[in-house]
């Protein structure tokens, strides 16, 4: 003799089944914020180190500042001439480049501190990613 599901089962086993479909949705959902998140981190680090590339040496410092030691200050963008600092849109997102230079910790002469911050907006709030070294002339 044959026993057929009875309702309960169908509907134990229907609730079953939307559980585990709910989680893979969220783990598919997961992955997908943490992708976007990643492009986004990856793109920051690659500008900020160039920028630290392009800053690093003394007499591209120099030439930046117009005085020998480089002089400190912040260095963004200037909205009447195209400059290095102009905002950089990849992926639909525009980055915003800052050069900071300090004095280094021992001999402001011969050592500066570079900082280089990229922002973005992300959802409704700024973000900074900031890189910092010391660059020596020598």
Do not use: H
């Not at 079953?16 to 969220?26: E, G, K, P, Y």
């Not at 920028?51 to 117009?66: A, H, N, R, V």
């Amino acid at each position: 003799m044959k026993k057929a599901l009875g309702l309960i089962e169908v509907c134990i086993s229907i609730a079953i089944i939307t559980i585990i479909l709910a989680s893979i949705v969220n783990i598919y959902t997961q992955g997908y914020r943490n992708l976007r998140k990643s492009r986004v981190n990856t793109a920051v680090y690659n500008l900020a180190k160039g920028f630290m590339e392009d800053y690093s040496d003394w007499s591209t410092l120099i030439s930046l500042t117009g005085s020998d030691p480089p002089a400190s200050g912040t260095y963004t963008d200037n909205p009447t001439v195209s400059d290095p600092f102009d905002p950089i849109t990849l992926n639909n997102i525009t980055y915003t480049p800052t050069l900071d230079i300090t004095d280094g910790p021992t001999n402001p002469n011969l050592l500066k501190q570079l900082n280089v911050s990229i922002s973005w907006v992300e959802g409704g709030i700024t973000k900074t990613f900031v890189v910092t070294t010391l660059k020596a002339n020598y």
